[in-house]
């Protein structure tokens, strides 16, 4: 505990079972007023009287912000246009509203006064690095309050505890699952998932559609983008939120976005971890197709490397670094030409792109055809290709000659040990 003597505490209250514990144990240990704040990014199927629940169990004071426009527009967009995918896979999207919370957590404290903030979090997990880092990047003076990672309790424990204390919670008691969802997708832990060896059971997905009910036939999807943004759907453009809730649905149906990763956390373990991300899962690999034919060669490699390091500074929480802020200052400086269309085939769980086109491309058709009218200047490529290969061709005939050494004999057995009688 780093403080004893709390006096108003605002919690990143989610209405799950660990944040509703959090308010009484708060008020237990601390003795101080307790302001749950629910930050509304996208997850509207855990929303419903959270609010009136939190008051219940003991919440003085209970607030709502509706984030979910600027999540989409400062927190998704820019990593669209970052490509961003944690290891390659994971398309952070728990990771990317975190740092919102924390933004609007220490406003809200700095509001009513507070005098520290509270978080949900375990003592395992990536979200007390980013809950933690975040709050002291912005607001030092700000004690930090992590009652299930002080309170060590799991959660049958939890469960118990609020029997005990007659909370009202929306946890089955038998549903071994936690479960985190916003904007950007759907992530699942525990129970039977915490098995690497075991496939995950169909009972755990929500937003895609079981393989059966896949629709047979391929459906193929237009997607419009303005320097690096989506925009629209088939040709009708739609506000952030929208877009991505219809892109959700759309891709869901066809069993899009499932995600099934042994991701390595930032305290150093391995977790197998489940997500369900079918808009995010469609849009950036049509952003990615987009920037292939408008992006010179060097800057896309450039741009890859950074991508990497993007990711990993948001899944560890250093969204607020220096060092994230320059890596996406530079990202959208490579965006003002990625405007255009891409047609991407959902289809069996799959997205694939299958078109593109833009008014900023740089394939130039009488360059690249094979067919007549070519105007590219084939008698130059002899001389081009002798200097392109010079220097390796050179440094293969000079290389040095390395005499073979003879084979070390083999290692002598040691002498056997006398056995006594």
Known sequence: ?????????????????????????????????????????????????????????????????????????????????????????????????????????????????????????????????????????LSNELAIIAPVREWNMNRPDEMEYARQHGLKIHVKPDSPYSIDENLWGRSVEGGLLEDPGRSAPEEVFDWTHHPQEWPNEPQDVTLGFSQGNPISIDGVRQTPVELIRSLNALAGRHGIGRIDHVEDRVVGIKSRETYECPAALTLIPAHKALEALVLPRDLQTVKVGLEQRFGELVYGGFWFSQLREAIGAFVESTQASVTGEVTVRLHQGSA????????????????????????????????????????????????????STPAREAPRAPPAVPQTT
């Open 1 to 137: 505990m780093l403080s004893k003597h709390c006096e108003h505490v605002v919690l990143a209250y989610s209405g799950g079972l660990d944040t509703s514990v959090a308010i009484p144990w708060i008020k237990e240990h601390y003795g101080a007023r307790v302001t749950a704040l629910l930050v509304n990014v996208g997850q509207e199927g855990e929303l419903g009287d959270a609010l009136e629940r939190a008051r219940f169990n003991g919440a003085d004071q209970a607030l709502a912000v509706d984030a979910r426009e600027e999540f989409a527009e400062s927190y998704l967009f820019p990593a669209i246009q970052a490509n961003a995918l944690y290891q390659g896979v994971y398309p952070l999207s728990t990771a990317l509203a975190r740092p919102l919370i924390v933004s609007r957590l220490v406003s809200v404290a700095r509001e009513v006064g507070a005098d520290a903030v509270a978080h949900g979090c375990t003592g395992k997990g990536n979200d007390q690095v980013r809950f933690d880092v975040g709050v002291k990047t």
């Open 352 to 403: 694939r792109v299958v078109a593109r086109k833009s008014p900023f491309s740089l394939l130039a058709p009488e360059l690249a055809t094979y067919g007549r009218g070519s105007t590219f200047p084939e008698g130059a490529a002899e001389g081009f290709i002798h200097l392109y290969g010079l220097s390796t061709a050179l440094a293969y005939a000079h290389k040095p000659t390395v005499e």
